[in-house]
C-alpha cells in the first residue's frame, strides 16, 4: 500500500479546507490504495483529530512557525522581534523552526512516504527534496505583489518562493489564466513553467440538499435587496473584520442598508435581528411577528442557510480570501465588495476590480460608496459575473486527484 503524508500549514483556515476538500476527493477514487497522514499543529490540528478520530495513529502534531497575531491580522513588528527573542509566552522562531524540521524529517524516516503533499508548508518540500521524496504544492501563492510598501517583506517573499519552487509538481488551486483570480499573488519565473497545474477551485461543487426551511431563511425569502457580509479567518483576522464592519455600519449611509453579517463562530448568543424600529429580536421572534430589519447577525449559518443567503443577496462584502472569492464569484456569480486584511486579498480584490467582478475598499467612505455603485450597475456586474462563472473550474480536487495517482504509479 502505498503511503501519502499531507503536511498543512496551521496559519488560517484556507489550508485546512482545501487540503480536507482533496482527502474527499482522494478517499472516493483512489483512498483504497493509500495510507494518508496528516501533520499539523494548534486549531487545525484539533480539526484533524475531530475528522480522523478514528485514524488518530496517522495524525501528527508538530509545531509549524506562524506569525504572531496582532490587532489587524499578524503582527509584522512581534514576528520580527520572535525571530531571535521569546515573545508572548513563545520560543524564538529560530528554534522552533529548527525543531519543527527536525521533527518532520523523523517523520519522513519513519513512515517512508511515497508522495507528500505540501499546503502552506514550505519546510516539508524542503526535506522531502532532500530525501528525494516526491512532493506536490498546493497553493494559490508563489510571490505575491507588495501592495502596502512592506519592502522589508521581500527577503521572506524570496526564501518561501525558493522553497516552493522545490517541489516535483506545483499545483494552483484556481482556474487556468485568464480567469486566476490569484494571479497577482504568483508571478511564477519562466523555469518553473513546466511544473506547474491549475488545476481549477477545490470545490466539490455538490449541490445543497434543502430541508425544510429554518425562520432565518423565512424571514429572508421576502426581502428584495440586502448584502451578504462575511466574517472568516483566524481570531486577530475575525476581530479585526468586524471591526471595521461595525464602523461601516455606523455610517449615515448604511441606515436603510439591509445586511447579513456572519461570524463564523458557533456561538448561538450571537443570533439576533435588528429591526427598523431600533429594536433587537431573536430570528424566531423577528420571522414570527414580521419584522422589518435593517441587521441580522449569526454566529454560525448552515450549510442549506449559507447557501440561501448566497443565493437571495444582491453582494458580498468579504476580506478577500481566495476560498470564498471562488464560491462567490463563480459558483453564485454575485458581485464582492472586498476588504483586505493582507496584501494577498488585496491582489485578488484588486484583479476582481479591474474585470468589474468586484471593488476593492479600505475605509468607510469607500465602502459605501462601493455599495452605491453597485447598486447603480448591477447589469454590468452581473452580466461579467455569468461570463467569469461559465469558466470558474471547480475541478481542483479531482484534477490534483489525478496527478497524486499519476505520480505514484510513476
Known amino acids: 500500500m502505498k503511503k501519502i503524508g499531507g503536511f498543512i500549514n496551521p496559519w488560517g483556515n484556507g ?32 480539526k484533524l483529530l475531530k475528522k480522523f478520530s478514528t485514524n488518530k495513529e496517522r495524525l501528527h502534531n508538530i509545531v509549524i512557525p506562524t506569525p504572531i497575531d496582532g490587532k489587524c491580522g499578524p503582527s509584522v513588528t512581534l514576528s520580527l522581534f520572535n525571530l531571535l527573542l521569546p515573545v508572548a509566552g513563545r520560543p524564538p522562531l529560530v528554534s522552533v523552526m529548527a525543531r519543527y524540521l527536525i521533527d518532520e524529517g523523523k517523520l519522513y524516516d519513519k513512515q517512508k512516504f511515497d508522495l507528500v503533499i505540501n499546503d502552506g508548508d514550505v519546510g516539508s518540500n524542503i526535506i522531502a ?3 528525494d521524496v516526491k512532493s506536490i504544492f498546493v497553493t494559490n501563492q ?4 507588495l501592495w502596502a510598501s512592506r519592502a522589508f517583506l521581500y527577503p521572506g517573499l524570496m526564501y518561501i518562493s525558493k522553497n516552493i519552487a522545490k517541489a ?58 440586502f448584502g451578504y ?105 454575485k458581485p464582492i465588495i472586498g476588504i483586505p486584511v493582507y496584501d494577498e486579498h488585496t491582489n485578488q480584490i484588486k484583479w476582481a476590480e479591474e474585470r468589474t467582478l468586484g471593488i476593492l475598499a479600505t475605509n468607510i467612505k469607500q465602502t459605501v460608496k462601493a455599495i452605491s455603485k453597485i447598486h447603480s450597475n448591477y ?24 496527478i497524486i495517482s499519476e505520480m505514484l504509479g510513476n
Open 15 to 46: 489550508h485546512f479546507t482545501r487540503m480536507m476538500a482533496l482527502d474527499d476527493a482522494i478517499q472516493k477514487n483512489i483512498g483504497d490504495e493509500l495510507e494518508i497522514h496528516y501533520s499539523s499543529s494548534g486549531e487545525i490540528y484539533q
Open 129 to 131: 527534496q532532500k530525501r
Open 142 to 145: 508563489y510571490r505575491p505583489r
Open 168 to 225: 516535483s509538481k506545483i499545483i494552483v488551486a484556481d482556474s487556468p489564466p485568464p480567469y486566476t483570480i490569484c494571479e497577482y499573488n504568483l508571478n511564477f519565473p519562466e523555469r518553473l513553467k513546466k511544473k506547474i497545474v491549475y488545476v481549477g477551485h477545490f470545490s466539490d461543487g455538490k449541490v445543497i440538499s434543502h430541508g425544510p426551511k429554518s425562520d432565518l431563511e423565512k424571514l429572508i425569502e421576502s426581502t428584495d435587496s
Open 229 to 333: 457580509w462575511m466574517i472568516t479567518g483566524n481570531k486577530s483576522t475575525n476581530d479585526a473584520t468586524a471591526n471595521k464592519y461595525g464602523k461601516i455600519f455606523h455610517a449615515n449611509e448604511m441606515n436603510g442598508e439591509r445586511r447579513i453579517v456572519s461570524h463564523a463562530k458557533n456561538d448561538p448568543s450571537l443570533d439576533k435581528v435588528l429591526g427598523k424600529d431600533g429594536k433587537t429580536y431573536s430570528i424566531s421572534e423577528a420571522f414570527e411577528k414580521q419584522i422589518d430589519w435593517i441587521q441580522i447577525d449569526v454566529g454560525f449559518l448552515s450549510e442549506q442557510e449559507k447557501d440561501s443567503v448566497l443565493n437571495l443577496c444582491k453582494y458580498a462584502v468579504i476580506n478577500g480570501s481566495h476560498t470564498a472569492m471562488g464560491e462567490i464569484l463563480g459558483a453564485k456569480a
Open 379 to 402: 447589469n454590468k456586474y452581473h452580466e461579467n459575473l455569468i461570463e467569469f462563472a461559465k469558466n470558474y473550474n471547480r475541478d481542483g480536487t479531482k484534477k490534483t486527484t489525478e
